[in-house]
């Protein structure tokens, strides 16, 4: 099967005629938006962000909740998707097969459409890339650069169960875990979900707003740093799942582990105080767990204080360089 078999027979379903011209021609055009368009590309290699033999349904759809999770932290809904492919030249019919479908299960629950891509082989592994444009209705987007002094800050979701999903697919972990634990943060790890209609719904609410991709407190001090204020940040307050809380009661890990372990893909948003009455309606609207974590201060310092103890945190989220 060539490459311009396996287009036409896994991909070309997941584009359209009037703008992904179901990827018979040489580009694409782009849905007309009444809103400003915001553009986002993740890239996933193997051996740095996934190992080879991975589930490449599973590949498929954390790829597009990564770029997803970035388009929802500006309060952008997916317009569409370019998605760019390093293979191996022996690459399987029944890999295209799969991955499609888990591209095609994640474009359906987010929106958008397929608009076209690229595809290469590749002597050294796989290489995963995707683009995704989407538009923020009705407002502007949402930028890191715009906490204000006196802001609450929330988060969304459950911080650290990804980090400890990751340790336990390494298998670097001995612990006796429940079946259900062990598969709920396998899943927040291999299968994160981007909060998309959360980011949606923030647009007029929340000042500033980013992803957790690289740890609470790093995507935390990104926030800070663009908009030149400090913050006071509660870290009893902040959201374990219960699967997560087994580590913390057994001291296998700690609070500030989960905080700085990172692919959360939850939003991290700060909230004037005369719209925090909007939070606690969006709670409801979305049945979502939204918890208050911290302040935002004029004075620039950070503060992470655990029970009121000052709390000094050395891994400052993931780089690669
Ligand atoms: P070019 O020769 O200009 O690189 P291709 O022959 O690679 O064009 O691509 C033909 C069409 O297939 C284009 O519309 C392109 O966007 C689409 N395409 C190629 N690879 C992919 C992919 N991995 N995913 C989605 N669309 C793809
Ligand atoms: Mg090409």
């Not at 915001?38 to 990564?66: W, Y």
């Not at 923030?202 to 990104?222: F, K, P, Q, T």
């Not at 908009?227 to 001291?251: C, M, T």
Request: proline share 3%; hydrophobic share 35%; glycine share 8%.
């Amino acid at each position: 099967m060539n490459e311009f078999d396996f287009i036409s027979k896994y991909f070309s379903p997941l584009s359209d005629k009037t703008h992904g011209l179901n990827l018979l021609d040489d580009a694409a055009i782009l849905p007309e938006s009444k809103g400003k368009i915001v553009i986002t590309k993740d890239i996933m290699t193997e051996g740095t962000h996934f190992l080879s033999g991975s589930n490449p349904k599973l590949l498929a759809q954390k790829l597009v909740s990564v770029n997803v999770s970035d388009l929802a932290s500006m309060g952008a809904s997916p317009l569409g998707y370019l998605l760019g492919l390093s293979l191996p030249k022996n690459t399987e019919e029944k890999w295209f097969e799969q991955f499609s479908l888990g591209i095609k299960q994640s474009i359906k629950s987010y929106g958008g459409i397929l608009l076209g891509g690229d595809t290469t082989s590749h002597r050294y592994g796989t290489t995963l890339s995707l683009t995704a444009i989407g538009s923020v209705c009705n407002s502007n987007p949402i930028k890191r650069n715009s906490a204000k002094p006196d802001d609450i800050i929330f988060v969304s979701g459950t911080i650290g169960d990804g980090f400890l999903g990751l340790i336990i697919e390494n298998n670097s972990n001995n612990l006796e875990m429940k079946e259900f634990d062990k598969r709920y943060l396998l899943d927040r790890y291999n299968n994160p979900k981007a909060r998309s209609s959360l980011g949606v719904e923030l647009c007029g609410i929340a000042s500033s707003m980013c992803d957790v991709s690289d740890g609470l407190i790093g995507d935390l001090e990104h926030i800070l740093k663009a908009s030149r204020v400090g913050a006071e940040l509660y870290l009893e307050e902040v959201p374990i799942s219960q699967s997560a809380k087994i580590f913390i009661d057994k001291k296998i890990y700690n609070i500030q582990d989960l905080v700085t372990g990172g692919d959360d893909y939850e939003l991290l948003f700060t909230v004037p105080k005369n719209k925090l009455k909007n939070i606690e309606n969006l709670k409801k609207k979305l049945d979502l767990k939204i918890t208050k974590i911290g302040k935002i201060t004029e004075n620039k310092d950070f503060f992470p204080t655990l029970n009121g103890n000052n709390i000094s945190l050395n891994s400052k989220g993931y780089k690669h360089f």
